[in-house]
């Protein structure tokens, strides 16, 4: 077993901001550190990330805006947790053509899709669009609304190596 998971970066803006599924963001990047399971992402990863950070920052609506404060802080605290970024061969090629042949409308969230299928892992989000766009094609990818909080009924969680 690959012990690695894929995240997008709508599951990184949940570690450190408070929004819905924040709890489960939260729930899964611990379980990933106490499982010590690799978490990957494309390239573009932390500039997507801040860049979703920037737009709450400049967002009209006074619930999501961040204040200069909010966004500096989680932004340091987002550049702590360990993601690795890869480029393995033929990510690009592969990305694009996939979100040609699947009508994605983003080649960046194709670029998350095929890492993860590249690398034979999960990929973890919380962008319902995407889950809407790929269907059941890709059942590598889990929309984050899945992922179980600690406690709930079945769930066992996975012992640390």
Known sequence: MNHAIAVDASVAVKWVVIEPLSAQARALVADSAA????????????????????????????????TDAE?????????QFRVEPRNPAGLYERALRLARDWHLASVY??????????????????????????????????????????????????APN
Do not use: C, M
Request: no cysteine.
């Open 35 to 66: 499982a010590r399971r690799r978490l990957l992402a494309p390239p573009h990863f932390a500039g997507e990330v801040t860049n979703a950070l920037h737009q709450r920052w400049r967002s009209g609506d006074p619930i999501k805006r961040l």
């Open 71 to 79: 966004t500096d802080a989680a932004i340091a605290t987002f550049l």
């Open 109 to 158: 969230d194709a670029l998350y899709v095929v890492l993860a299928e590249i690398e034979g892992v999960e990929l973890w989000t919380a962008d319902s669009r995407l889950i809407r766009e790929l269907g059941d094609q890709a059942p590598w990818v889990k929309p984050l609304s899945s992922y179980p909080l600690p406690g709930e009924l079945g769930v066992v969680p996975e």
